[in-house]
């Protein structure tokens, strides 16, 4: 059974950083687009960050130059470095594995930038 366990949210001040991590497990993720996408309260879910098994990445325009996407092959684990956090940033964060056919998501963790 294919698992996403995100991790690393917390509450952060303006200016701030954040790092989550998502750990995949029950399958094999090569082949897959791994992705962050976030939801604020009473927004639909957005798409935040995507990157490929050759590490080709797309960011929202939102966190261009803010947020970097990687991802560990041999640990199965896909990283959302977030630095120069704002508070329009609160949301949260969902992990995503994607393939034609397939979509998995995890549970999600808060993001929270408030002073």
């Known amino acids: 059974q294919v698992q996403l366990v995100e991790s690393g949210g917390g509450l952060v001040q303006p200016g701030g950083s954040l790092r989550l991590s998502c750990v995949a497990s029950?399958?094999?993720?090569?082949?897959?687009?791994m992705g962050w996408y976030r939801q604020a309260p009473g927004k639909q879910r957005e798409l935040v960050a995507t990157?490929?098994?050759?590490?080709?990445?797309n960011y929202a325009d939102s966190v261009k130059g803010r947020f970097t996407i990687s991802r560990d092959h041999t640990k199965n684990t896909v990283f959302l470095q977030m630095n120069s956090l704002k508070p329009e940033d609160t949301a949260i964060y969902y992990c995503?594995?994607?393939?034609?056919?397939?979509?998995?998501w995890g549970q999600g963790t808060q993001v929270t930038v408030s002073s």
């Open positions: 029950g399958s094999t993720f090569i082949g897959y687009v």
């Open positions: 995503n594995a994607w393939r034609i056919g397939v979509n998995h």
């Open positions: 990157i490929t098994t050759s590490t080709g990445t």
